[in-house]
């Protein structure tokens, strides 16, 4: 039996309490930490899955390998006590036969005597989504909850069968939305260094100063889990390739990519470089941006720019785990760690809008431009002090647009 919602957060709050003040008397220097013993009950995500769940929609839960889409199903059914529910998952093949078809008898025997329906790693069953739009429509009590790695392989499946019957949420690494749940922003800021370059894997997170844990479950998401759903359900000629691409990636965050370069560079043509790119986005590795552009024939809009969804990802993809007071590339570290931060927080907080990054051939450029309620926002980040103006010809061409300078001062307000 699981425990209540109420005794769990109950609970919660004797352990972050007790661990508060072990911190103040013994532990000062471990500030952040003060309940990263929260590996699994201390970092609240975002989604609160008891107030999604409802049987009239799939909740479907994307996101890359090791984030926590497990960990956030299994905290919810944790927290269950009166439901009946039956939890599978894809890799299991002696369930396959049920969704084969989809016949409604056997689906129906499937799920008979249970209130909920949970799925991992959905997306290694064919025609999933044709059988729970089956479920949906035919079974009308079921609570259905479905996670899935491979969204370019899960979303084909479920996208147009499940039409208006599915909530889609993507669950990123960590948000730093999250984490000032528990901490405050002082906290926050003075671990800042970590998360610039050993990022926000939760397993990374609760790792806490052991250095060489960090850089080994780094190591071990670029092996394991970084590629392994495109290599399992594409046809990759060569992987080498794919991985030398995202390490060109790695040295041009922040500057417009050409395909064309990539394509010489790696010995390959113009349109496998696409797809590749295409790939890696489908897998949550890689954010791409393109320009903005209305009115001023100076703008670059042809070359997007690419982001990885991940700092420690991207360090250890090129071997660089130091300390930032070494490297040549904060700034680089910096404008990832602030876009991909933004990008959590529009998502999951509902800022709707459009996306884009600004620059003109005499380089004058505005790093994230939001395009929202037919207004423009321009955001450049500075990681040091000196601090730029805002660039003439944006304000005197788009007279509904505003600029902002995200620093190491605000930086907390803007994504969080």
Aim: no cysteine; aromatic share 12%.
């Amino acid at each position: 039996m699981g425990f209540t919602v109420p005794f769990i957060r109950i609970f919660r709050r004797i352990v972050i309490s007790i661990i508060g003040l072990f911190r103040v008397v013994i532990l000062p220097e471990f500030a952040l930490f003060r309940a990263v013993e929260y590996n699994l009950v201390m970092i609240e995500r975002f989604y609160k899955l008891e107030n999604l769940v409802n049987p009239k929609k799939v909740i479907i839960i994307f996101g890359p390998r090791q984030v926590g889409k497990t960990t956030l199903v299994e905290n919810y059914l944790a927290s269950l006590t009166s439901k009946n529910v039956r939890y599978i998952t894809g890799e299991d093949y002696g369930i396959l036969d049920y969704f084969e078809g989809p016949y409604l008898k056997k689906l129906e025997e499937f799920v008979a005597g249970y209130d909920m329906l949970v799925i991992d790693e959905a997306q290694k069953i064919a025609n999933i989504g044709n059988a729970l739009k089956l479920i949906v429509d035919r079974i009308k009590t079921i609570e259905i909850i479905v996670t899935g790695s491979a969204s370019f392989e899960l979303a084909g499946q479920v996208g147009e069968p499940l039409t208006g019957r599915k909530q889609t949420l993507n669950l990123y690494p960590i948000a730093q939305l999250e984490l000032n749940k528990s901490f405050n922003k002082s906290e926050l800021k003075q671990q800042l260094e970590d998360f610039l370059v050993y990022g926000s894997y939760p397993e990374v997170i609760s790792a806490k100063h052991d250095l060489r844990k960090k850089r080994k479950l780094l190591d071990e998401l670029l092996s394991s889990y970084l590629l392994k759903d495109i290599f399992e359900l594409e046809k990759i000629k060569s992987s080498k390739i794919l991985w030398d691409l995202l390490r060109l990636l790695a040295f041009q965050i922040g500057s417009e990519v050409s395909h064309n370069e990539l394509a010489n560079k790696l010995g390959i043509n113009k349109k496998t470089v696409g797809r590749y790119l295409d790939l890696l986005e489908k897998a949550f590795v890689l954010h791409s941006v393109r320009g903005f552009s209305s009115n001023l024939r100076k703008e670059i809009t042809r070359k997007n720019k690419y982001y990885f969804l991940d700092n420690g990802i991207r360090n250890a993809l090129v071997g660089n785990l130091n300390t930032i007071e070494t490297r040549n590339d904060v700034g680089q570290l910096w404008e990832n760690f602030i876009f991909m931060e933004r990008l959590k927080k529009r998502h999951y907080t509902g800022i709707y809008g459009n996306e884009y990054f600004w620059r003109t051939w005499d380089k004058k450029e505005i790093d994230l431009v939001e395009e929202r309620d037919d207004k423009l926002f321009g955001y450049e980040f500075k990681w040091g002090k000196k601090l730029p103006k805002a660039p003439k010809d944006w304000l005197e061409t788009y007279h509904n647009a505003t600029y902002e300078i995200i620093d190491q001062d605000n930086y907390l307000d803007f994504i969080t």
